[in-house]
Nanobody
Framework: VQLQASGGGLVQPGGSLRLSCAAS????????MGWYRQAPGEQRELVAT???????NYADSVKGRFTISRDNGKNSVFLQMNGLKPEDTAVYYC?????????WGQGTQVTVSS
């Protein structure tokens, strides 16, 4: 399984970005896809996850600002980020959890700065 993330960049505070991640390889029907992030000097943390049945889970810090979605037919997951804050600056990683096997994408940098 391979995960390819895209969509990061530099944005001003209050701005928006949309991250995309496409999974390829042996993808089974039931899985959970998600986004995690890691800021410099910090541990990787959960941002949001979504199951094949569209059940979602968000970190408290992004609730109401970020929206996760997926396209099961294309094995893709998206993260719409609105109201970005400087503390959202991090490398964002997409993730696939399939029957206990966990796969990671390469990461995409999101920088929120004026």
């Amino acid at each position: 399984v391979q995960l390819q993330a895209s969509g990061g960049g530099l944005v001003q505070p209050g701005g928006s970005l949309r991250l995309s991640c496409a999974a390829s390889g042996s993808i089974f029907g039931v899985n959970v896809m998600g986004w995690y992030r890691q800021a410099p000097g910090e541990q990787r943390e959960l941002v949001a996850t979504i199951s094949t049945g569209s059940r979602t889970n968000y970190a408290d810090s992004v609730k109401g600002r970020f929206t996760i979605s997926r396209d099961n037919g294309k094995n893709s997951v998206f993260l719409q980020m609105n109201g970005l804050k400087p503390e959202d600056t991090a490398v964002y990683y997409c993730n696939l959890d399939q029957m206990g096997y966990v796969y990671w994408g390469q990461g995409t940098q999101v920088t929120v700065s004026s």
